[in-house]
């Protein structure tokens, strides 16, 4: 479903309108709840309300919610059976910064620091099947919208955190 979503997305022109993040986010996660379930991923969401709307191009942003989740759900599939798996997904506005930040944090195996430098770049996929285009392309997308992803890595997990300006809107 994600890859059908992802060509379809892929040359569509950004919309931006008055967009609730939170609102995106779980819309998102609401598509992804079978896949989440079959996969025994544990998660749960904290969303700061309200925040503030930003402009956006709210199809963009659910391709790049549900994509940094469902790497995150593949990531948590090479834990050993029985081991947890959880996603913690989050939402916070930062009103110095006049940001949003959208957190993806899972208890997977983490990214090794020499993979972790490239996983933004066109065609780059530690995966059998992958086309190395999804984190390169939510990369762009957010960049669109005068934004970045953070990505923090360990051990014990990867984060990864999408970081929204917040616009005057009209």
């Known amino acids: ?82 081991q947890e798996r959880s996603l913690h997904v989050t939402t916070s506005f930062d009103t110095m910064k006049r940001r949003i930040r959208i957190s993806f944090a899972d208890n997977g195996p983490g990214i090794p620091e020499e993979i972790k430098a490239h996983i933004f770049e066109p065609f780059f996929s530690t995966k059998t099947t992958g086309a190395g285009i999804g984190l390169a392309l939510c990369h762009d997308l957010i960049r669109e919208h005068g934004g970045g992803i953070e990505v923090q890595s360990g051990p014990g997990g990867t984060t990864f955190v999408v970081v929204l300006p917040i616009e005057e809107l009209v």
């Open 1 to 82: 479903m994600l890859n059908n979503l992802m060509a379809l997305i892929r040359h569509r022109k950004i919309e931006k309108v008055k967009t609730d993040v939170n609102a995106v986010l779980e819309r998102s996660l609401n598509l992804l709840t079978d896949e989440l379930r079959i996969r025994r991923v544990h998660w749960d969401k904290i969303l700061q309300d309200p925040v503030p709307a930003v402009l956006a191009d709210p199809v963009h942003l659910q391709q790049v919610f549900m994509n940094i989740s469902v790497n995150a759900c593949e990531a948590l599939g090479s834990l050993p059976r029985g």
